[in-house]
């Protein structure tokens, strides 16, 4: 990591094996597995430096969310949040909007002998869930990538039929 800000070389498009969702990030990012059976994706912007990723994959729920379900995914949201040592929220939202729920915050904590700073998206749709997540190894490292994990999540596509799913209305014929 430089002092300089990070530069984009060049852009490519993960595409989850389902068809699920796919972003844009920069194409010399390493691509990893995801452990504990997840399925999606890990990138790291420096193969030398594996506490500094985005990730992100999907979940299909047993039953389907809705808007109204956003008080209790909020709290199991930030009860699974609250096991990190040393936790300190940065920043948080979350949102219902249609069918949809999402929730985000900006966390830092101890991992071992370091200071890790992590955002964490999450976002459920119909019987899907999405998490994305975004961590420096360090406070420094996070704002240094910052840019480039913005830019992943601002690209982000979720399959039309995972929108429709959430929200009835989308998939009702319009009337005349």
Do not use: K
């Not at 699920?20 to 399925?39: A, H, I, K």
Request: net charge negative; charged share 25%; aromatic share 12%.
């Amino acid at each position: 990591m430089s002092d300089d800000a990070p530069q984009f070389t060049g852009i490519t498009r993960y595409h989850d094996l389902g068809g699920r969702f796919s972003f844009r990030y920069p194409w010399d990012w390493s691509t990893e597995s995801l452990d504990e059976g997840r399925d999606g994706v890990m990138l790291t912007p420096e193969a030398n430096d594996p506490g500094t990723y985005v990730a992100a994959w999907v979940s299909r729920l047993p039953t389907v969310v809705s808007a109204d379900d956003l008080p209790e995914l909020r709290d199991a949201f930030d009860s699974g949040l609250g096991s990190l040592p040393e936790l300190h929220v940065l920043e948080a939202h979350e949102d219902a909007v249609g069918g949809a729920v999402t929730v985000m915050r900006t966390v830092m904590f101890r991992d071992a002998e370091y200071i890790r700073q992590r955002c964490i998206r999450s976002l459920w749709a119909g019987e899907t869930q999405l998490v994305f997540v975004y961590q420096g190894a360090t406070p420094r490292a996070y704002e240094y990538w910052l840019s480039m994990s913005n830019y992943c999540w601002a690209t982000l596509e979720l399959a039309e039929e995972i929108w429709y799913s959430a929200d009835p209305e989308l998939s009702r014929p319009r009337q005349s």
